[in-house]
Each structure stands twice: as structure tokens, then as C-alpha cells.
């Protein structure tokens, strides 16, 4: 199979896992603080990573090399993401929040051009600004509702930049593979995550409950293991192997895809209402992300093959 096509396969998988995401997110949430979840879903998922590698299933080697890029990548996501996502929809409306995330493709566009020289064709172009404007469709079904929240608008902003500049990060590390990527990012969240965990547990005198909460909730247990092995490390490896084939802007694409998978989910297991424009909208989605990675392409990878040296 062409490299191409087992990247934009490797994006359908980011978008799935990431898609259905929220609903297990929304499920945690609502009653377990947000850094307690942060903290455990990380966790879990350094330790399934650390079995792959010592069993040999992951290949990661970082003697030798300068782990400070990995650091930045880090920092970007999972860290000021997940942080700036979360505080940005508490101070705005969802569909607020929603609009403004679904425009992290453009961001990655634009970044890219910035930083990578990586100019788009026209063709490309507008399949990515067809396929934001079918994301802000979806995240606007409802009526828009806002919350005049200034600060909220600008955190959010904040965190599509911080997405967008993981993505460029990421095509620029060429000298790291996806699992080490996907393995740095997994040891920085965890040890940040769970410090954020500690200090709030120890400010509101719920160290208790952090400590012994996956083994005394399964609801909590279900929801972190899925976040952890199918986000923090499934949708991780694909999404950084993605890029390094297709580079960050073609990859980007496919994030809208996400919302996509949200509303499908909200459908099927929330019984949420699905109407002719989200119908609309959805092959808005499906078209644009088409679009960006197969008409006019232009291929923008870096890809780093493993060990071989």
C-alpha cells in the first residue's frame, strides 16, 4: 500500500479515536475533576507505552540524541492544549468553543506556511476552507450562543495555536521516530498532569479519592483506559506518523473529520437529533479532507525511517 494511503488511513484512525473521545471525556468530567482525569489518562497510558517498548512491540532508542525538541513537542500537546481546551470551553458556550477549535486546520495551514515554506495549492486551499466551514456548521447547529467572554476567545485561540504548533513540531523532528515522539509526549503529560493532579487533591483535601479512584469507580476506569490506549497512544502514533508522510497541513485536515465522528457518536449512543444540515455539513467535512490531501497534492512529509543507519 502506497505511503499516502496508509497515512490518510493512519488520520481516519486519529479522527475516530479522537472523535468518540468526547463522549468519554463528557463522562469523566462531569463528575471527577478535570486534572485527575489528565493525570490517570496519562499514566495508564506511560505504562502501556513502557510494556510495548520493553517487550519490543514499539522501537524506541533516544540515546545520543538532543530530547530538548521532544520537550517543545510536549509542550504543545498533550500539555497547553489539554489546558487551554479545557479552561477556554468553561468560560465560553460550546458552540463558541466548537467554532473556534474547529479552525485549527486553518491555523495548521498557515503555520505551515510561516515556518515550513510549505505553500498550499489553490485547489488545496479552498477543499480546507470547505472543510472548516462545514466543522463551524456542525459546531453552530444549535444556535449560537455567546458568551461575550473575551478571555474565554483568546484561551481558546490560544489552543488551536498550541495544536497547530505541535503539528509543525512534529513534521520538523525528522530525527525522531512516532513512537518516540508519542513516548516523550506520554512521560512530559504524566509528569505534569500528575504534579497539576497533586496540588489540586491537596488544595481541596480529595487526595483520597485521586489516589484510589480507578479501582473504586469502573465508570472512571473504562473511561480513562480508552482515552489512554486509544487517544493518548493509538490516535498519538498515527497522528505523528501521519505528518512525517503527509506533513501537518494535509494531516490537519482530518481533524475536522473528528467532529464528524462526534455527531455520528451522539447519533447512535446519545440519541442526539441528526438534521439535513449536519447531513450538509458532514460532506462538507468528508469532501474538504479529500480534497486537501488528493487533488492538486503536494506532498509535505519528513518521514524518518527507524534505525537505519
Known amino acids: 500500500m502506497p505511503k499516502t494511503l496508509r497515512a490518510v488511513g493512519a488520520c481516519l484512525v486519529t479522527s475516530t479515536f479522537f472523535g468518540l473521545s468526547f463522549i468519554f471525556i463528557k463522562m469523566c468530567v462531569t463528575e471527577i475533576p478535570l486534572f485527575t482525569m489528565l493525570a490517570w489518562r496519562n499514566i495508564i497510558a506511560l505504562i502501556a507505552m513502557t510494556v510495548c517498548v520493553m517487550t519490543g512491540i514499539l522501537k524506541v532508542n533516544l540515546k545520543g540524541k538532543d530530547l530538548k525538541p521532544l520537550l517543545v513537542l510536549s509542550l504543545f500537546q498533550p500539555i497547553l492544549y489539554y489546558i487551554l481546551e479545557a479552561l477556554g470551553v468553561k468560560l465560553t458556550t460550546a458552540s463558541e468553543s466548537g467554532i473556534i477549535i474547529a479552525c485549527i486546520p486553518i491555523m495548521t ?3 505551515s506556511i510561516i ?7 489553490k485547489l ?9 466551514a462545514g466543522a463551524i456548521i456542525v ?7 455567546t ?3 473575551l478571555l474565554g476567545y483568546f484561551i481558546l485561540i490560544l489552543a488551536v495555536c498550541s495544536d497547530a504548533a505541535y503539528s509543525i513540531t512534529s513534521q520538523k523532528l525528522k530525527d525522531f521516530t512516532s513512537a518516540e515522539k508519542t513516548y516523550a509526549m506520554c512521560i512530559t503529560g504524566t509528569v505534569v498532569f500528575t504534579v497539576c493532579a497533586l496540588v489540586d487533591s491537596g488544595v481541596n483535601g480529595t487526595m483520597k479519592d485521586l489516589v484510589t ?3 473504586t469507580n469502573m465508570g472512571f476506569l473504562a473511561c480513562v483506559l480508552y482515552l489512554a490506549l486509544g487517544c493518548n497512544i493509538i490516535a498519538f502514533l498515527c497522528s505523528n506518523y501521519a505528518i512525517s508522510i503527509i506533513g501537518a497541513t494535509r494531516r490537519s485536515a482530518f481533524a475536522a473529520v473528528s467532529t464528524v465522528i462526534t455527531v455520528v457518536a451522539g447519533v447512535f449512543y446519545l440519541h442526539e437529533p441528526f438534521s439535513w444540515l449536519q447531513a450538509l455539513a458532514t460532506v462538507m467535512i468528508l469532501a474538504g479532507a479529500t480534497g486537501v490531501n488528493f ?3 503536494k506532498d ?9 543507519k
Do not use: C, H, W
Open 109 to 111: 495551514m498557515i503555520f
Open 115 to 121: 515556518f515550513l515554506k510549505d505553500k498550499p495549492t
Open 124 to 132: 488545496q486551499s479552498f477543499f480546507m476552507v470547505l472543510t472548516v
Open 139 to 145: 459546531a453552530g447547529i444549535g444556535g449560537l450562543q
Open 147 to 149: 458568551s461575550s467572554n
Open 213 to 215: 479512584l480507578p479501582f
Open 295 to 297: 487533488a492538486g497534492r
Open 300 to 308: 509535505g512529509g519528513t518521514e524518518k525511517l527507524p534505525d537505519k
